[in-house]
């Protein structure tokens, strides 16, 4: 799978893993902006749950109807789009979502590099009824590069916002590991170029943590908590996806991070379930990942 920037998420894995082991209201923007508080003790309402399809992509292959069906049926009000409409229309498969009462709250889009690719990309969203889009990978040893980037998710985060679109970027564990001379990281560029009024932060808890990891941290989930509670950015969505003792992705739940802490100390507007390697079948990545954020408590 490619976006255009970088090798897929596939070989991206491989290489993240030798580090070394309130609610939405509808379809509306504004309610997507502020997340809700919670007292404690209290679980993710359901409508703050959404799924990223590449965790089932291998299923979408062969059958992307029965896919989405069954993710529905598991109790998932909404999913965050990859891999393209598999031949539909953006307008085709908002018709579909709705007859089985799943939405599209969010997406994982590449960077355009003109106008017209823009605004297709915001056309689509909205047809979807997106809250969100989300650039989901970049990658480079370069500084210069990477504020390149900065500036033109800035330029794409301000169009989007004016569509009434919230626009993030989704971190791997390169952003943390990775010098790009004197120190600087790929994440002090970002969080310092990005503009934070515009653009908002995916974390992808996995990644984050394994960032840690490659770090040296002694306490990755701390490292974790800082990486959020530092940024300029608005944190709005997580990707959750747990983590093996030996570094693999492993189902919700079954892992070592301690999602609880997390969630405990930063409230979002999505929780986006998430593993690149399912456990056993795509299905049941879904199905635990699902119960996982029904039942955990914070």
């Known amino acids: 799978m490619c976006y255009g920037y970088g090798p897929s998420r596939r070989s991206l894995l491989a290489a993240g893993l030798g580090l070394g082991a ?11 902006a502020t997340p809700p508080h919670h007292s404690g003790g209290e679980r993710i309402p359901p409508n703050q749950i959404s799924i990223q399809l590449w965790t089932v992509r291998d299923d979408l292959a062969q059958n992307y109807d029965a896919t989405l069906t069954y ?31 799943i939405r599209a709250s969010s997406s994982h889009d590449g960077l355009t590099t003109d106008a017209a690719g823009l605004d297709t990309k915001i056309a689509n969203a909205l047809t979807l009824g997106q809250s969100f889009m989300v650039v989901p990978y970049l990658n480079s040893t370069s500084e210069d590069e990477w504020k390149a980037w900065a500036e033109r998710m800035n330029v794409e985060a301000r169009a989007a916002r004016s569509a009434g679109l919230r626009y993030g970027y ?25 503009d934070p009024h515009l653009v908002h932060l995916e974390i992808d808890l996995y990644w984050v943590v394994t960032g840690g990891v490659g770090r040296g941290a002694a306490d990755p989930v701390r490292f974790a908590l800082d990486v959020i509670r530092k940024a300029p950015q608005r944190v ?10 030996d570094g693999d992705m492993a189902d919700l739940g079954t892992g070592t991070i301690d999602f609880r802490r997390i969630f405990d100390k930063h409230r979002v507007v999505e929780y986006i379930v998430e593993n690149d390697t399912p456990d056993v079948t795509p299905r049941h990545t879904a199905e635990v990942g699902y119960r996982y954020l029904r039942k955990v408590r914070f």
């Open 22 to 32: 309130a609610a939405l209201a509808a379809a509306s923007p504004a309610a997507a």
């Open 236 to 245: 709005l969505q997580f990707h959750v996806k747990d983590r093996a003792p």
């Open 71 to 101: 993710l529905a049926e598991t109790g998932y009000p909404k999913v965050e789009l990859a891999l393209g409409y598999f031949g539909r229309t953006a307008q085709q498969l908002r018709q579909f979502l709705d007859g089985i009462g």
């Open 170 to 194: 989704h971190n791997h564990a390169h952003e943390f590991t990775t010098d790009l001379g004197g120190g600087k990281t790929p994440w002090d560029v970002l969080t310092a170029e990005l």
